[in-house]
């Protein structure tokens, strides 16, 4: 779910901006570093924000009453790592926003944060652990997925009963509570959206292997504990 426009009050709005700012700033010096220095991975980022657009912009209902969506976020994350992401995420949720009515552009620093910030990064830390350990590329990027889809609903949920604390229990109460709503729906979403990222990055093995060894993403377990 990306927080609808005016959901959240407005300190809270700002605060959430203030908080991603500096990650997109990094991340923007970076994208443009990968850029200059492989000019060639611009079709692979191209691609890396529209697969994070499409399943993003998906609405599926849940159970529950609420809406969920996967994210897209752990393949980019584990070709181009965590930096650009942000900027690459950030974009695809400024433009759902404009463009869908997905999200808003009050709540776009919330947004930003949970699924183009904290799931990249809970992603790559999945993704490089299990390769540390000698797991293979499909278990890692299963879970680098997975893992990251999972942890931008956490996040949200966190940002939900900041902002609408439970009158009797407070913040507890009202996390238990959003966090149940997602659940649900979004478990079974991030078994799909691992499964679907380990079917792209076979399909990119076979047809652009040379830009993933030059990335960086095709090495033996041995070479990454290296």
Not at 67 to 84: E, I, K, M, N, Q
Not at 160 to 173: E, I, K, Q, T
Not at 185 to 200: D, F, H, K, N
Request: proline share 6%.
């Amino acid at each position: 779910m990306h927080i609808a426009e005016g959901y959240l009050p407005p300190v809270q709005a700002a605060a959430w901006f203030a908080v991603s700012a500096p990650f997109v700033v990094h991340g923007s010096r970076t994208l443009v570093r990968q850029v200059r220095r492989d000019p060639e991975s611009k079709l692979l980022l191209g691609a890396a924000g529209a697969f994070t657009f499409v399943l993003s912009a998906l609405k599926i209902p849940s159970v529950t009453g609420s809406c969920s969506h996967p994210t897209g976020t752990g393949l980019g994350a584990v070709l181009f790592r965590p930096p650009v992401m942000s900027v690459l995420g950030g974009i695809v949720l400024l433009f759902q926003a404009v463009l869908l009515a997905h999200g808003g552009l009050s709540t776009l620093g919330a947004n930003i944060f949970s699924m183009a910030i904290v799931g990249p990064w809970v992603a790559f830390a999945g993704y490089a652990l299990i390769r540390r350990a000698g797991g293979g590329m499909d278990v890692a990027v299963f879970a680098a997925a997975a893992l990251g889809d999972l942890a931008t609903y956490c996040v949200t949920s966190v940002q939900l009963a900041l902002a609408f604390p439970d009158p009797a229990s407070g913040f507890v109460a009202a996390l238990a509570k959003f966090g149940g709503i997602f659940a649900v729906t979004q478990i079974p979403l991030a078994i799909s959206e691992g499964l679907l990222s380990v079917l792209v990055v076979r399909l990119l093995t076979r047809t652009s292997g040379d830009d993933l060894r030059r990335l960086g993403v095709l090495r033996t377990p041995a070479e990454v504990r290296a």
